[in-house]
């Protein structure tokens, strides 16, 4: 069975160095910038926003966070968190989060 494994993680050097550890290992993902969304309007006025378009979030730049997801092997999934953990310093050092969620269905060659 595949496993989705996603990962959000400030924007450090440590989170390069975590992402080049991993690719030299074979391990692939996909990365992305991202940020959260009390960041995206932290210069807006909060009176001024009555809703929340895409055409607006894609106007302010994402690059608080990075964000990584794997597909992986089961018996895959704890030595990559184990890295993780290890980098981010159990994500004392570099703020973020991980979860995992099985994939009921996948087609591809991750």
């Known amino acids: 069975m595949k496993y989705l494994l996603f990962v959000v993680l400030e ?5 390069s160095d975590l992402i080049k550890e ?13 940020t959260s969304l009390k960041h995206v309007f932290e210069d807006e006025r909060e009176d001024t926003l009555q809703f929340v378009s895409l055409s607006h979030i894609d106007q302010h730049k994402l690059t608080q966070n990075t964000t ?3 597909i992986l092997d089961e018996k ?3 030595e990559v968190k184990q890295i993780i ?4 310093g159990n994500f004392t050092n570099t703020k973020g989060g991980m979860f995992t969620s099985p994939l009921e269905s996948f087609e591809g060659s991750f």
Do not use: P, Q
């Not at 030299?24 to 996909?30: F, H, M, Q, W």
């Open 11 to 15: 924007n450090t050097k440590e989170t």
């Open 85 to 88: 953990r290890e980098k981010t």
């Open 68 to 70: 990584v997801y794997f």
């Open 76 to 78: 895959n999934i704890e």
């Open 22 to 34: 991993l690719s030299l290992k074979g391990i692939n993902g996909t990365v992305m910038a991202s």
